[in-house]
């Protein structure tokens, strides 16, 4: 009975160590898995979160382009920083208009009136805002932005005069037709594809409207 116990207890023993084995050999098996598959589920998590980036991106410029062109046509009430009031668009307003509905993204432009590098392409243009900045326009409806008039009554307003190489504004005063577009330098948080496409996904966005001023 002694010995029948005994042989029992080895069995046992031998089971016990052979889940054991098997246990750490499946846990092993399982490290080895997951090691090879996570930086693809990384990957793919991280393309997922950038592709909704650039699309929140997508729309909220094309939503600023439309607004800054709807200032940019009609005569309003304007107020400037400095406190004066004005009745023509110019624009700095349609600078501020686009700005305060693109609130996370930064937006500016050394030429605000043109021309638009590359004739309008920003595929292969050597000129490109920074990354995750962005450029507006106020132009002529064409391609490149080198046409009169290329910006709202009021003028440049607040804004700097344009520097070298910069279109000089020539304001619409009637029904002509104004084009507002916005270039941003999209950063892809992924560093795999921060890699293959560095930094030249750029997105961009416009609006035409034709000016409402009455003489």
């Known amino acids: 009975m002694t010995a029948r116990l005994k042989g029992l207890q080895a069995s046992a023993r031998r089971s016990i160590a052979t889940v054991r084995e098997w246990t750490r050999s499946e846990r092993s098996q399982g490290m080895t898995e ?3 598959i996570a930086p ?16 929140y991106f997508y729309i909220t410029l094309q939503q600023a382009a439309n607004e800054g062109a709807r200032v940019a046509v009609r005569a309003s009430y304007f107020i400037d920083p400095n406190g004066a009031f004005h009745t023509w ?9 686009v700005q305060s509905h693109a609130v996370t993204e930064v937006l500016a432009n050394p030429c605000p ?21 962005g450029w507006i326009f106020v132009t002529d409806p064409s391609a490149a932005g080198n046409g009169v008039p290329n910006g709202p009554r ?8 344009p520097g070298p190489g910069c279109n000089t504004i020539t304001p619409a005063v009637g029904n002509e037709p104004i084009k507002v577009t916005l270039w941003f330098n999209f950063q892809p ?15 961009t966005a ?8 009455s003489n």
């Open 34 to 36: 997951f090691a090879l």
């Open 206 to 213: 416009y609006a035409v409207y034709r000016a409402e001023y």
């Open 89 to 97: 668009p110019t624009d700095a307003d349609v600078a501020s208009a």
């Open 40 to 55: 693809v589920i990384l990957l793919l998590t991280f393309g997922i979160i950038d592709f909704g980036r650039g699309l």
């Open 189 to 203: 948080l992924t560093p795999l594809i921060q890699q293959v496409v560095g930094n030249k996904i750029v997105i």
């Open 113 to 133: 009136n043109g021309p638009i590098p590359n004739g309008g392409n920003p595929v292969g243009s050597a000129q490109l805002p920074p990354s995750n900045t």
């Open 154 to 161: 009021g003028g440049l307003g607040t804004l700097p005069a």
